[in-house]
């Protein structure tokens, strides 16, 4: 039976490259095809990845003029858009805004000085804008306006932003959603290599907060579990068992702290924002799991007497994690908005491993009953490992 532990790896590398295959995403260009009812022609366009919003734009080094194009739907209908250059930093405070909405019946643009989260004026803005102009049709706004940029600029911080309402002629406002709080980024005037276009490196750290975590404490150790459970069971397979259990739940443990410590950061720069239950447990399923490669340096020889109590303590912090990492890469998959195809492509993983889980246990169980006329007429429990040994394998 020495393929098995040969078997095992290779269902080991079948779901690590399933998950790898699945990680490319794919971006679609639509801006391209948007027309403009004055027929003019903006030079470059970018798909906002945010907010569903789309920017179209002209940049006269000439003059150091920006003329652009934003285009987005208000969050209802009666609500507002908004796009804006932040001079002084990233992000809301500081903006610049240009808000469209209807007022009166009439689509209109202000320009807003945002300082603060609570003060939003309007007035001038900290640069000339000219040629403002707002229409809307079928539930897309869009704002038209040239603005004066620094000269010799080559980049600018750019914000966007869509609201539910308007009262008394000022934007309610927007709600606090994950993707309402991210659209912002690096406009590049030349188009060149920098215009992320809002996909900045705080997106990129999050998604990699994400993969590692979805491959450590989601994939890897309950696949570590598996092995552990079923694998020993077969006598040949023993100590393989136990390398393999063990160093798949020692790189799961690696990667899962790398990721641990990503997700850390992330907390620690998140401004206003927190997700404290999400943060907890994942500071729980550190220290569960530290605990856990402490006890493997502490487990007792198989016969000794603590074994039995080592086992009980090992198992229910084991499924603990098991239990606890899974509920917190769904907590994780909502706070990042994952696309569907990502929670679909996870579930159907752990589906994968739990149906294996079942399929095994089965297995387990036959080759247990069939050992009958051993001594031992308990199945596998799990615990003892001596006794599994002694069962016949085949008939
Ligand atoms: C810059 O040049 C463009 C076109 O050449 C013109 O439309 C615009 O008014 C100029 N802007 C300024 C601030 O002079
Ligand atoms: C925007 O508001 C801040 C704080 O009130 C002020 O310091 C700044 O000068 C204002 N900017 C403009 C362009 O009015």
Not at 13 to 23: E, K, P, R, T
Not at 122 to 135: G, P, Y
Not at 351 to 370: C, K, P, Q, V
Request: proline share 4%.
């Amino acid at each position: 039976m020495a393929p098995l532990a040969f078997r095992s790896s290779l269902v080991f590398f079948f779901f690590l490259s399933l998950w790898v295959s699945l990680i490319p995403g794919t971006i679609s260009l639509t801006c391209t095809s948007q027309k403009f009812t004055n027929n003019q022609l903006y030079s470059k366009c970018l798909d906002l990845p945010l907010l569903n919003s789309y920017l179209h734009y002209t940049y006269d080094s000439s003059n150091s003029s920006l003329s652009v194009v934003f285009i987005a739907t208000p969050a209802k209908s009666g609500g507002w858009i908004s796009w804006a250059i932040n001079p002084t930093g990233e992000g809301m405070v500081g903006a610049q805004a240009l808000i469209a909405f209807k007022n009166d019946g009439v689509m209109t643009v202000k320009t807003y000085n945002i300082s603060s989260y609570s003060s939003i004026v309007q007035s001038k803005l900290s640069f000339d804008v000219w040629d403002t102009k707002a229409e809307e049709s079928d539930g897309l706004m869009r704002i038209f306006a040239k603005v004066k940029v620094p000269a010799k600029a080559e980049s600018l911080n750019q914000v966007w932003q869509v609201g539910p309402s308007v009262t008394a002629g000022f934007p309610d406002k927007h709600a606090f959603g994950q993707a309402n709080l991210q659209s912002k980024g690096t406009l590049s005037l030349n188009g060149g290599q920098i215009s992320s276009g809002g996909v900045d490196s705080r997106t990129k750290r999050k998604n990699i907060h994400g993969v590692l975590n979805a491959v450590s404490w989601g994939i890897l150790l309950p696949l570590g579990v598996i092995i552990a459970r079923y694998v020993k069971t077969f006598p040949s397979a023993d100590p393989a068992w136990f390398y393999l259990h063990a160093s798949c739940q020692v790189s799961a443990y690696a990667i899962g702290v790398a990721g641990w410590a990503t997700g850390l950061k992330l907390g620690s720069e998140s401004k206003g924002v927190q997700y404290s239950s999400h943060r907890n447990i994942g500071i729980a399923l550190f220290s569960l799991a530290t605990l856990q490669i402490f006890a493997l340096f502490l487990r007792p020889k198989k016969e000794h007497k603590f074994r039995f109590y080592w086992n009980i303590y090992h198992h229910s912090i084991g499924y603990s994690v098991i239990v606890l990492g899974i509920v917190n890469i769904f907590k994780g998959f909502d706070i990042l908005h994952v696309a569907h195809k990502w929670k679909t492509a996870y579930i159907i993983v752990i589906a994968a491993l739990g149906g294996i889980a079942i399929l095994l246990e089965a297995i387990t169980w036959i080759i247990t009953l069939r050992g009958k006329s051993n001594k031992s007429t308990k199945p596998y429990d799990g615990y003892n490992i001596g006794q599994s040994r002694q069962q016949p394998l085949t008939t």
